[in-house]
């Protein structure tokens, strides 16, 4: 039946990845600021740094993807063989609509992050695909498209607080070399972008630089109950955040944390006015 997995192909999987937790492997965990779908197909700062961190880190067994782009009511977790590449935007140059990101699928890794979330009930997903929030980036992070690459959804009913509680039982992965990526930006207002300014890098309102200051002050020190109360931090703070579909995947990221993960920041850079490209490095 379809979203079904065996428990020998389950069984399977479980044997293969526990040779990794017991060598003590520990994947890092990634935020990115993802920003406008051009960064997908343009060789820019933004890019450029993707690709450089695919380098410097540990070649993972698979990528799972905590995209702003995907809503939903209830919690699911893509588990075909091999996921379409959706284009969700519009007003784009046609190349953009063409680009295709054929990496495979992992059902197996979809049971199994199904299985490891007890608080509520993950339905395996056969319809969604990779969002513009997870190919753009993973595209340059892994061009040969090889790695198997998911994405779980976002409870948008749900509360900061629920998803990094959520977050925390998706742990376990990182023993068995699942990079997980939060894909959203830190600071995102459309509304009140400078389109004019949008292809200048570190173009920022105080606000928004501000804001970012203290959000990166606020993860460099641990602070994550300042950051999932973020409606505490100011008026500053709601304008960086009017609606938190692109700040929850931070907080996945920060879930993740465990006591002995460094924390690095990358792509530090506002844009238009009112986003900012700011990525973390966790571990």
Known sequence: MAGEISMNSLGAFNQYTD????????????????????????????????????EKIPTPKSVLVISAHWLSKGTQVTAMD?????????????????????APGNPNLAAE????????????????????????????????????????????????????????QLYELRKKGVLIIGSGNMVHNLRMVSWQHIDEVNYGYDWAVQMNTIFKDLIANGHHDNLIRYDRLGSEALLAIPTPDHYFPLIYTLALQGKKDDVQFFNDYAVGGSLTMTSVKIG
């Open 82 to 102: 091999f996921p379409k590449t959706i284009h969700d935007f519009g007003g784009f140059p046609k190349a953009l609509y063409e680009v295709q990101y054929p």
């Open 113 to 168: 992050t199904a299985k490891l979330i007890k608080s509520t009930d993950v339905v395996l997903d056969h319809d969604w695909g990779l969002d513009h929030g997870a190919w753009t980036v993973i595209r340059h992070m892994y061009p040969d498209a090889s790695i198997p690459v998911l994405q779980l959804s976002i409870d948008y009913s749900k509360d900061a607080r629920y998803h990094y509680e959520l977050a925390k």
């Open 19 to 54: 040779s990794l937790k017991q060598d003590g492997y520990l994947m890092p965990v990634l935020f990115i600021g993802h920003g406008s779908p051009m960064n997908g197909i343009e060789n820019n700062i933004y890019s450029q740094t993707w690709a450089a961190m695919a």
